[in-house]
């Protein structure tokens, strides 16, 4: 199971590689990088703070930061009040902004049926629920791991984690 598991880490990876470079390339055919994409897309339905946009990226917040202000500079996007957080603005798109997204995300719903033509949505479904069930797991097993380093855990799962393996506590906490 180990061995197959770390197989599909390594295909999942470069199927990553592949779709960073598709979404490069689609949202460069309208002058903006995926980063940019990324970042519009987060924000398009509700205003956020860049810390909040960074949290749903995954990313580090100094970056979106400074993607955030290309986009406020180039007038795609607009800072404006929050009125829970005097000192954190929410990002949010202007209406060339919006437009440019529109045109990457229609580019990308095209690219889309080409890149999944002959696989069965049944197939795709699949695919999507087992991806985010690995997520979850994986973040699970993350959680655990960081708690044992930081000395949060039980005695015992912080004595197995240094030891490498997982005690009886951790591993029950990770769904089947």
């Known amino acids: 199971m180990a061995e197959e598991l770390a197989l599909l880490v390594a295909d999942v990876f470069e199927a990553a590689g592949a ?3 598709a979404g490069e390339a689609l949202a460069g055919a309208e002058g903006q990088t995926q980063a940019r994409w990324q970042l519009m897309s987060v924000v398009s339905e509700e205003s956020l703070p ?4 960074a949290r749903r990226l995954g990313v580090a917040r100094q970056g979106v930061q400074r993607i955030a202000n290309e986009l406020v500079r180039d007038g795609l996007a607009e800072f404006r009040d929050n009125p829970d957080h005097r000192t954190s603005s929410l990002l949010a798109l202007t209406p060339s902004g919006r437009r440019a997204l529109e045109a990457i995300t229609a580019r990308a719903e095209a690219a889309h049926r080409v890149m999944g033509e002959g696989i069965a949505q049944a197939d795709l479904a699949t695919l999507q629920a087992l991806l985010r069930r690995l997520t979850e797991q994986t973040d699970q097993w993350t959680e655990v791991e960081a708690e044992a380093e930081a000395g949060i855990g039980t005695g015992a799962e912080a004595g197995a984690a240094k030891r490498g393996t ?10 089947e």
Not at 166 to 175: E, K, N, Q, V, W
């Open 166 to 175: 997982r005690s009886r506590a951790a591993t029950d906490r990770l769904p």
């Open 50 to 53: 860049v810390a909040r946009a």
């Open 19 to 21: 779709l960073r470079r």
